[in-house]
């Protein structure tokens, strides 16, 4: 295997799996020599104390013969059995504590020509003085064994010395592998640090130069590549990055204003936007709309032309409503296009804005030769649409066969829509000046209807009886009727006066407490009828919608008191808590509401109109002979809504 091709993982991996191995062989090797240290000095001493042992019986021996005793006896036999003991231990080991006797075949041997001799002389010798009663003989088999124990513990001797020569030279052994150990460690640790250096640190090295070189602007650098592990792997990275980089620097400056012109033409397009939503928030006409949005839009598309459509009710015409830079004769020719004609004719009746060159345009040579002839060789056509339907075609065009991009298309687009959304809202503008107009027209003709065009009819009628009375000479009679007329022209009078207060009210005040306190001194100043007015609960404001019609109602019941209540005194209570609650009370003759209230009363029905609006209750108690009462209760939520249609509006 390639030692190249291996990965930084793989490599490390296996320089320590064979750094471990060896460290494994060469401890374990220390360790057995230490074992067998450790066994062979326990062998010495146990060697040595059988010399000690055999003086030991020879010593039992002697007391045996100068006095014989069982005692004697079994110390001696107990000293011989551990003599044997100690003997087999010898030669078979003791892996418990440890012993081991070196593995020499001339140790080995010695320690046979011992045991031979024991067993074979040394033992009968002491079993047979043991046995003998006589002590002459037993003192001669003694002097003999004496003898033969000087040979036997020299033969033990022998053997301790050999061990003891085994063991320095085991020692010398251990110490020869602890100082490989050491050399080991040494050349291993010296061995890694320059595989590490070759393998990680150098490449890393090389990287981190490479970064800081880079980091300086010279996108030129590389790294070598010698291997496949991970480090080489990521230099080749860094090394098409490098590239990129260079490439990406190469065409910088191009990018950069590239993407300046970028942001210059979208702050261009943010500033138009701003501009024109500013101005069609503050344009108070349809044309004057159209006229300055096609000139800012031809500003900011460097456009030569434009031109604005409007399609009409019936959907069959788009006329021009505004235009810039086109000829009496385009305009001519171009005042009574259809919906579907041209490219034009086809945006009013499409759904996305078409940005193209005129030679591209698939239609009638007329159409074509109309903006040919003008000299133009681009257009654009974005339909302005409201709520998705179209109401219009806004058209730039261009003296150069200009396509423009997907985002200029839409901005047009946009453009269009809010152009659109305006024209939409000045139309609802007017509708609502119109209905308002309307609405306030019908209510002053119902209110000449039932005040003024009545005093007229029956002036009318007593003009006739005057005029009947002349004739025929009743002269009584022209003093009355001259007194009625009168009466007729007087209240004629009060009714007009009242009707310019009433139709000239304007919530002038956002606090309803001041504006009815302002009516109520009004009305006590210019009929001599005593108010007394009271404000319960919590000063929340009104919408000002809810404040017109609230006094609207409250001058219709003043104008009833005063023409037919005959009362002295008007209390006007106002709560606000929980809901709205407007209680107008008087003193006066009263009538019978049972009978008198029905919608044909043009005042009645007015003042239900108006409570209606504002989505309240209103309630009319009247008792004969003790006042009449009108309650008025607007809860919270109705002024919640008008607030929610303010807000729509």
Known sequence: MNFSTLS?????????????????????STLMVSWRLEGGAAAINDAGSQRMRSYSIAFLLAQHVEDPSSALTIETNNEINLFEKTLLVLEKGDPVRPLLLPN?????????QIQKAWFERNKPHVLDILKETNTKKASRLLENYRSELKAFVADIDAL?????????????????????????????????????????????????DGLDKMGKGDFSVRLPVNGQDELEELAVGFNRMAEHLQEIYATLEQRVKSKTQSIEFKSRELAALYDTTSFLNTASATEILCDGVLGKMVMLFGASAGVIRLIDPKHEKAPIVAWYGVSEDFLTKESTLSCGDCLCGESAIGASAVSCKVADIDQTELSRHTCQNEGFEGIIAAPIKTRQNIIGVFNLFFKEPRVLPPSEVKLLETVSQHLGAAIENQRFVEREKELAISEERNLLAQELHDSIAQSLAFLNIQAQL?????????????????????????????????LLVHFRTRTEHDDIDVAIRSALEKFEGQTGIKTRYKYEGNAVPLQPETILQLMHILHESLSNIRKHSQATLVEVTFRHEAGCQMIIKDNGIGFDDAKEISDTHVGL??????????????????????????CLNLPLASNSFLVAEAIEA
């Not at 020499?104 to 046979?112: G, Q």
């Not at 003891?164 to 052994?173: D, M, P, Y």
């Not at 009375?469 to 022209?478: A, I, P, T, W």
């Open 8 to 28: 930084i993982h793989q490599k490390i991996t296996g320089l320590l799996i064979i750094y471990f191995v060896i460290a494994f062989v060469a401890i374990a």
């Open 104 to 112: 020499d075949p001339e140790l080995r041997s010695s320690l046979k």
């Open 605 to 630: 029905r007015i003042m239900k109109e108006r409570t209606h609006r504002i989505h309240a209750n209103l309630t009319i108690n009247s008792v004969v002979g003790s006042g009449t009462t009108v």
């Open 160 to 208: 301790v010395v050999m061990v003891e020569q085994s063991q320095a030279r085991a020692t010398k052994l251990l110490r020869s592998f602890q100082l490989g150990l050491v050399i080991l460690a040494l050349i291993g640790t010296l061995l890694l640090i320059y595989l590490f250096m070759r393998m990680v640190i150098i490449p890393v090295h090389r990287i981190k």
């Open 466 to 498: 005057l005029q009947d009375s002349l004739r025929k000479g009743h002269y009584e009679s022209v003093d009355g009727t001259l007194v009625k007329i009168k009466e007729g022209i007087q209240e004629s009078y009060d009714d007009v006066r009242e």
